[in-house]
């Protein structure tokens, strides 16, 4: 996040095929801050479900600049990446505070939380898991996202915790 200290810019830097570790590395060693939201996305392989991450906007990167210094000419020469994004000669600035809002839906690796859509005495649907298909009563919602399930099982109730994109409102 910015402080009072330095005034930062952000940039959208259009990366090469398959090169944003290698765009991140280098920018973070010139002393630039990068940031990739990324996204949990579920495909089917056969007969099962996998969960892969996956760029929330791919062959993109968000690059911020301290306005004192206006190095920004330098991102275009790094290795991994293409080029800034521009409307003329200039390369154009992202709102500093459309980057913070995406940073505040993330967690510390980048990856999107997901939204909490049940409140505590919802009844719903367990979606994945052991406890597919299981109805139960949404007990809890915690701070980080965990939802907190009462479960009927062989006539006791059992305490379950889950993400929420495991649960649908019944």
């Not at 479900?49 to 275009?76: E, K, M, S």
Request: hydrophobic share 40%.
């Amino acid at each position: 996040m910015a402080d009072s200290e330095t005034t930062e810019i952000w940039f959208l830097a259009q990366l090469k095929p398959n090169c944003a570790r290698i765009a991140v590395r280098n920018l973070e060693r010139q002393g630039f801050r990068t940031f990739q939201p990324l996204q949990q996305e579920t495909v089917r392989r056969e007969t099962r479900f996998a969960h892969r991450i996956q760029p929330l906007f791919p062959g993109y990167l968000f690059v911020a600049v301290d306005a004192r210094d206006g190095g920004w000419t330098a991102i275009n020469g790094t290795q991994g990446v293409t080029r800034l994004v521009s409307f003329g000669s200039r390369p154009s600035t992202v709102p500093g505070d459309l980057v913070e809002a995406l940073m505040a839906r993330c967690d510390s690796s980048g990856r999107l939380l997901p939204e909490v859509t049940v409140k505590t005495g919802d009844e719903v649907v367990m979606t994945g898991g052991a406890f597919a298909e299981f109805i139960g009563r949404v007990e809890h919602v915690d701070a980080d996202q965990r939802v907190w399930v009462l479960l009927d099982i062989l006539g006791r109730t059992t305490r379950v915790g889950v993400t929420p994109d495991k649960l649908r409102v019944a």
